[in-house]
């Protein structure tokens, strides 16, 4: 019997992990009333994970000025 399920997670017996929550992007200190996240502190996954929260869809394989970019026009044309 082969047991190439099991590698993958695919036996009954795998335990399985609980997910970690996500945190929260950090808000710029002084600013809060805006609600504006502080992209230069974020990575490009996070950034990424942030534009979803927005309801767009970036590409890493962007530069992260690009990404940053992206993000402030999409929250200009959200106001």
């Known amino acids: 019997m082969s047991h190439f399920g099991d590698l993958f997670g695919g036996g009954s017996n795998s335990p399985k992990s609980p997910t970690p929550a996500k945190p929260e992007p ?46 402030e026009d999409a929250l200009k044309n959200q106001e």
Not at 38 to 53: A, M
């Open 26 to 71: 950090d808000v710029i200190e002084g600013d809060s009333d805006s609600g504006q996240v502080d992209f230069k502190d974020l990575s490009k996954l996070e950034l990424e994970e942030y534009g979803r929260t927005i309801g767009i869809e970036l590409d890493r394989r962007h530069s992260k000025k690009k990404l940053v970019q992206e993000l």
